[in-house]
């Protein structure tokens, strides 16, 4: 035994060392306490993978159903954080369907596999119609589609300068980072590249553009980075359809319209980061970009796509596509597998079977109505925004001044899981929003659950508890 497990097995119990020695890895699993569990975690695990409620007590989740999470003991949380399990945790559909896939086969997409052309098809079918995108690449996550679209648009261009909006986030791989403003800019991130041209984020709560024309104004930074890039060309524009990190941002009317123009006009690519917000869950429409009435040429999605199994894909046009067949092959090992795009094709069967694409829309105005009737009552909330389930809470200690109320955000979103059972997110350049993007079966009840709590927490705030 290595001197690594000899100090893991030190951290065990009497009764989880006895179950080690016979027992399969569910009952060794089962056998070991939360202490446990958080002790191995610590060791094992760089500190940069951060652990959700820290500062209070870590959450030990063992189960799902719908828009519910259970812990050790049973106890029930209602989940508005959780875009990944798009149609719900544990969706039995889903789990049937993966259950009977990887029964029979699970490989690579070098060979024949109806799920894995049936599901191309399918979901080019949701794109809108003479848009020209039906070329899919299927992969792993949203870090993988956004860093594929790098190179799609590296392809096509030969360009290497890409324009990204500042606050956005479009995954962890180095490339995508290098796009990435919520992470080149945060402590520990290496700066702005020389090929990267940054626009301003299109806030109209506190950017600099608030009025109608806000779209408009804010298109004109990317048309200056197109001129600013070399020879005024640029290979690709990369904007998410609605910014999470960014603190719950959708961009103003005629902004892709402006920007799609400029952009093309360079030369570059134009790609819908619909990793946060897609398959339906603005309601209105399936994808975001749709609401603003534009075409991308790439569309990047990731989180929802197979309700918790590692599914996601890019979507691109014929010309984009041959652009990158020059010969080099790409590849990828579980991008596609049987198993992954049996979940993809029960997802988008129960989206389109539980309407929970007009459901998202329907509780989510239900949802928006009553949290600005609470700000009418609440002065701490600045601003409710967003569309469907995906909605912010933007809270500032002076609605003139719009100063941050950090430290207030941090204590509700603490306060809603410890005496509510309710979990949340905190998001934005300031950490004062508070993000909702449940599971898509998320009711009008569960949504009366969050304000009721909402409203008896902010009657009552204690000081500051740190961030979450």
Not at 269 to 297: K, L, M, N, S, Y
Not at 308 to 316: E, F
């Amino acid at each position: 035994m290595s001197k690594r497990e000899a100090g893991d097995d030190d951290a065990l119990s009497a009764d989880a060392k006895k179950v080690k020695q016979k027992d399969s890895f569910e009952a060794e699993a089962a056998s070991l306490s939360k202490d446990e569990i958080r002790h191995l975690r610590q060791k094992h695990f760089c500190g940069a993978q951060s652990v959700s409620y820290a500062n209070t007590d870590p959450l030990l989740l063992l189960r799902g159903e719908g828009s519910r999470l259970f812990d050790e003991k049973g106890k029930a949380y209602l989940d508005t954080r959780n875009n990944v399990c798009h149609v719900g945790h544990a969706h039995p559909k889903v789990a049937a369907a993966v259950a009977r896939q990887v029964e029979q086969l699970n490989t690579n997409t070098r060979y024949l596999h109806p799920n894995l052309c049936l599901l191309a098809k399918r979901l080019t079918d949701t794109m809108p119609k003479g848009s020209g995108l039906e070329i899919c690449f299927f992969v792993n996550s949203g870090s993988e589609a956004n860093d594929l679209a790098v190179r799609l648009a590296f392809a096509r261009t030969k360009s290497r300068d890409i324009v990204v909006v500042d606050h956005g986030y479009h995954g962890h791989t180095q490339q995508v980072i290098e796009i990435s403003p919520y992470k080149f800019d945060h402590k520990g991130g290496e700066g702005q590249k020389s090929n990267i041209h940054k626009v301003l984020c299109p806030d109209t709560y506190r950017g600099p553009h608030r009025g109608k024309d806000a779209g408009e104004k804010y298109a004109e930074t990317v048309t200056a980075a197109c001129r600013a890039a070399p020879e005024g060309r640029v290979a690709a524009f990369f904007v998410e359809s609605g910014m999470s990190v960014g603190g719950v941002i959708l961009p103003p009317p005629g902004y892709l319209q402006a920007a799609y123009s400029s952009v093309r006009a360079a030369g570059g690519i134009c790609v819908a980061d619909e990793v946060q917000v897609g398959f339906g869950r603005f309601g209105e429409h399936f994808w975001g970009f749709e609401q603003q009435g534009v075409t991308p040429d790439i569309v990047t999605m990731g989180k929802p796509f197979g309700n918790g199994m590692p599914l996601a894909a890019v979507v691109t046009t014929k010309e984009v596509a041959d652009a990158f067949n020059n010969g080099l092959e790409y590849f990828n090992t579980f991008g596609g597998n049987p198993v992954c795009c049996a979940a993809g094709l029960a997802v988008l069967d129960i989206i389109r079977d539980e309407d929970l694409q007009a459901h998202a829309g329907e509780v989510g105005r239900y949802l928006r109505e009553k949290l600005g009737e609470l700000a009418s009552r609440q002065p701490l909330i600045g601003d409710v925004r967003g569309q469907g389930l995906f909605l912010g809470i933007e809270f500032v200690r002076d609605r003139a001044s719009l100063e941050p109320a950090t430290g207030e955000t941090s204590e509700v979103c603490a306060r809603m899981k410890d005496e509510h059972n309710i979990l949340m997110s905190i998001d934005g350049p300031h950490d004062n929003v508070l993000v909702m993007k449940p599971p898509m079966c998320f009711s009008k009840a569960d949504a009366d659950t969050v304000l009721i709590a909402l409203e008896q927490i902010l009657g009552n705030l204690r000081g500051n508890m740190g961030h979450t």
